[in-house]
């Protein structure tokens, strides 16, 4: 994922998974070299660190003690300068090496309330490990002994991180970047559920371009391309395009209308490795989508629906039930799936497909709006 949308603010990839995974393994070295002969008490600072210390401790080698306190001084994007919550350690400190493994280091203020609890502990050895710091910011004159990454004075989320509650499952660090100037949606639903005539009525509302890839393929099919010959194959078996077709094809229709208001892509992406192939292509202009919109209609009703248009289509797909249903376990198998590769943005948005078609419309531009 490459950008995200949280609440009402975008956020675009800034450290992987990986880098994160060095920094942290550094960050081991560093403090075993420094505490190996001893049994030191590794204390991290929630919400914010658990999964920094849950890494940190998996590759320590050495015996340890875990314990954790709870300071706070968020609120939105913004430090607000003040603890609001505070839960102190209860444990007999006394001659201890502590050592606190703290997720984020910015202004100071949370790392000053952490040396005046432990100012009378009477610990052996007080340490800072931090896996990130804004040097930029940081207004205290006190010792942080390990640092994992420096970061200028941006607002992150993601391995721990939030923004207003959430955020902190993402295993990158994404940092808050402009909303895009596009509306990009993925329209999105079974063979048959409508999607073709609500894409027409909302490209004409919203100044879309609507990009179907089964107007693309029937294009490609009909002028008997090498792409086209070649999807038939697929398409008369009732199964999906290989990617790297697809994609090679919908970036073609992108790149015609460069100063577009914004896509509908009705029929792409279908698989997850697609859905990637999409936000990387759009990352690159600067963009994302911004909301995957499916509509939802149950099976029977749709084999129907699709028996009966093969009645005036001449399409051979539409003619077979059995072809049909295969290409719903197609769809139930691959497609289905990227529900959850959406919803993990927070772009999916599932509406009901069932009824008439302005009934379907007002629905859909609910949402629309709200992108």
Request: aromatic share 10%.
């Amino acid at each position: 994922m490459s950008i995200i949308k949280l609440h009402d603010k975008y956020f675009k990839t800034y450290i992987t998974a990986d880098k994160i995974a060095e920094a942290v393994q550094i960050l081991v070295e560093q403090v075993s070299d420094d505490c190996k002969n001893e049994t030191p008490l590794f204390i991290g600072i929630l919400n914010g660190s658990f999964m920094f210390v849950a890494d940190f401790v998996r590759l320590y080698k050495y015996n340890c003690e875990v314990s954790f306190v709870k300071l706070a001084s968020y609120q939105g994007t913004n430090s607000t300068g003040k603890i609001k919550q505070l839960v102190g350690i209860n444990d007999n400190l006394e001659g201890r090496t502590v050592v606190i493994l703290e997720d984020i280091i910015d202004t100071g203020n949370t790392l000053q309330e952490i040396y005046e609890i432990f100012k009378d502990k009477k610990v052996k050895r007080l340490k800072i490990a931090t896996l990130f710091f804004k040097p930029d910011v940081f207004k205290k004159e006190l010792p942080i002994n390990y640092i994992g990454i420096s970061i200028p004075d941006k607002f992150i989320v993601g391995y721990g991180l939030d923004y207003d509650g959430i955020g902190r499952n993402f295993s990158n660090i994404y940092q808050l970047t402009k909303k895009t100037t596009m509306k990009n949606v993925v329209l999105f639903g079974p063979p048959g559920a409508g999607k073709g005539t609500q894409a027409d009525l909302l490209k004409q509302k919203y100044k879309l371009i609507h990009i179907s890839t089964g107007e693309i393929f029937r294009f490609h099919i009909k002028n008997e391309t090498t792409l086209g010959m070649l999807s038939k194959s697929f398409i008369d078996k009732g199964n999906l395009v290989p990617d790297d077709i697809t994609i090679e094809l919908l970036k073609e229709e992108v790149n015609k209308t460069p100063d577009a208001n914004g896509f509908i892509f009705d029929g792409f992406p279908r698989t997850e490795a697609q859905a990637a192939a999409l936000d990387t292509f759009l990352e690159e202009k600067g963009e994302i989508v911004n909301g995957m919109v499916a509509l939802e209609v149950p099976e029977d009703l749709l084999v129907e629906r699709l028996l009966e248009r093969g009645k005036t289509s001449g399409r051979p797909d539409d003619e077979d039930e059995s072809k049909i249903r295969n290409r719903f376990n197609e769809y139930n198998t691959k497609t289905a799936v990227l529900k959850d590769y959406y919803q993990v943005q927070n772009k999916y948005f599932g509406i009901d497909g069932f009824g008439a078609i302005n009934e379907i419309n007002e629905r859909l531009s609910d949402v629309f709006d709200k992108l």
